[in-house]
């Protein structure tokens, strides 16, 4: 049940007691889930929570609390009800039409950055599928004469990914897109990334209510063997080869058991070097693809 919360209960009492209900109702990350809604909520920053715990929620406190606590008791995740979320140590603002970043996407940004370590080094990036943008706008912050486009079919994700990319400083680096996959685009590109969508259709009711009920459905779902995109963007680069430069790579990411998969579709696609890396977690995660040099 969603707790109360009385104008005139501190700031702290408050907090203690969005813990117990999100504890209560056996969400996993109770109290991070808690402490981010009510500093979200109350408007605060960390310190402030701290140094002014005893003060009362007052009359707006307690109903933004309400509000979304409601809101976290009924499933919607936390990154949902602030509408924004971290990635790279950067702050991204979300749609509708963007996934919640996930820290397992970092991997994809540091195989990127490996392959080209020089800081200052030109670059020309395209990210497909940007959504949020978060892949492309850390990638633009680490390099700072890299320049990049976003392209996503959805056009609510391209001012999302716009405004991230102002908001982080590398707006005038940026540009956004709309557009499918590699169609339509010349390049050269020295790195094409991508987070696809690479969820097998059927196995999407099975992902926990966060990610199956407030992830944009588009964002996850890769068909029936969830590699459809990737079949698309590795032949749109075999067809095309001008679209990367002499050097250059794409940096997928991919699901934990798509692999050998990946390898495979990149092998008969005539990619010269597929390489695997993992997360985290220790999860395959990444993988990085060159062109054999005889079909350029
Ligand atoms: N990693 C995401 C998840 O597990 C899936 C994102 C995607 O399909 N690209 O929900």
């Known amino acids: 049940m969603s707790p109360d919360f009385a104008p005139a209960l501190s700031r702290d009492a408050a907090l203690r007691r969005l813990v117990?209900?999100?504890e209560a109702a056996g969400l996993p990350e109770a109290r991070t889930d808690a402490r981010f809604l009510a500093l979200h909520a109350l408007g605060l920053s960390p310190l402030d929570l701290t140094l002014r715990g005893r003060d009362p929620l007052g009359e707006a406190g307690a109903g933004a609390l309400r509000g979304a606590a409601a809101r976290r008791l009924a499933g919607e995740p936390v990154a949902r009800i602030i509408g924004a979320w971290e990635f790279w140590g950067l702050p991204f603002a979300l749609g509708p039409d963007t996934l919640v970043p996930r820290p397992d996407t970092e991997s994809v940004v540091e195989a990127a950055l490996r392959l080209f370590p020089e800081r200052d080094r030109p670059l020309r990036l395209i990210d497909l599928g940007t959504g949020s943008g978060?892949?492309?706008?850390?990638?633009?912050?680490?390099?700072?004469?890299?320049f990049g486009i976003g392209l996503d079919r959805a056009q609510g994700a391209l001012a999302v990914g716009r405004r991230n990319a102002e908001a982080n400083g590398v707006g005038d680096r940026a540009a956004f897109l709309c557009g499918s996959w590699l169609e339509a685009l010349t390049g050269p590109f020295d790195l094409i990334v991508s987070n696809p969508p690479y969820i097998a259709a059927s196995v999407i009711a099975t992902l926990q209510p966060e990610v199956r009920l407030h992830d944009p459905r588009a964002a996850l779902d890769g068909g029936e063997d969830g590699l459809d995109a990737y079949?698309?963007?590795?032949s749109g680069v075999a067809q095309r080869p001008g679209?990367?430069?002499?050097?250059g790579a794409l940096v997928l990411e991919i699901g934990y058991d798509q692999a050998p998969a990946l390898t495979r579709l990149a092998q008969t696609a005539g990619f010269a070097e597929a390489r695997v890396g993992r997360d985290l977690a220790g999860n395959d995660r990444v993988v990085?693809?060159?062109?054999?040099?005889a079909g350029r």
């Open 288 to 293: 990085t693809l060159r062109p054999s040099l």
């Open 243 to 247: 679209l990367l430069s002499a050097g």
């Open 20 to 22: 117990q209900s999100f």
């Open 134 to 146: 978060c892949i492309l706008v850390a990638l633009l912050h680490e390099r700072a004469n890299a």
């Open 231 to 234: 079949r698309a963007i590795l």
